[in-house]
């Protein structure tokens, strides 16, 4: 079993910046890809980042082109989204995930976190 804990979530003004962090037990950790994932209210799952098991490769969603960057420690087992030049409408919860391949489909992704909160206010 793997189990995914988010991080790092909070409030922030627009233009600001948060770090989320995910932490990763259970199994071995470097062989997942590893992705981040958001859902605003009202609005389904959408994708925002991804990375493969050696950081070489990252994917990211055309919103957060720039702006985010998708990292990751597998001596941590831990993966990040460092996010700045924040804006009101990256308000959602994000969630990390875990998969065997860099894919922009919730379905491709097999374990999940609870998700942690990030308010982007104007």
């Known amino acids: 079993q793997v189990q995914l804990a988010e991080s790092g979530g909070g409030l922030v003004q627009a233009g600001g910046s948060l770090r989320l962090s995910c932490a990763v037990s259970?199994?071995?950790?470097?062989?997942?890809?590893m992705g981040w994932f958001r859902q605003a209210p009202g609005k389904e799952r959408e994708f925002v980042a991804a990375v493969t098991w050696s950081g070489s490769r990252t994917s990211y969603a055309d919103s957060v082109k720039g702006r985010f960057t998708i990292s990751r420690d597998n001596a941590k087992n831990t993966v990040y989204l460092q996010m700045n030049s924040l804006k009101p409408e990256d308000t959602a919860v994000y969630y990390c995930?875990?998969?065997?391949?860099?894919?922009?489909?919730?379905?491709?992704?097999?374990?999940w976190g609870q998700g942690t909160q990030v308010t982007v206010s104007s």
């Open positions: 259970g199994r071995t950790f470097s062989s997942y890809v």
């Open positions: 995930a875990t998969g065997t391949l860099v894919a922009i489909t919730t379905r491709a992704y097999r374990y």
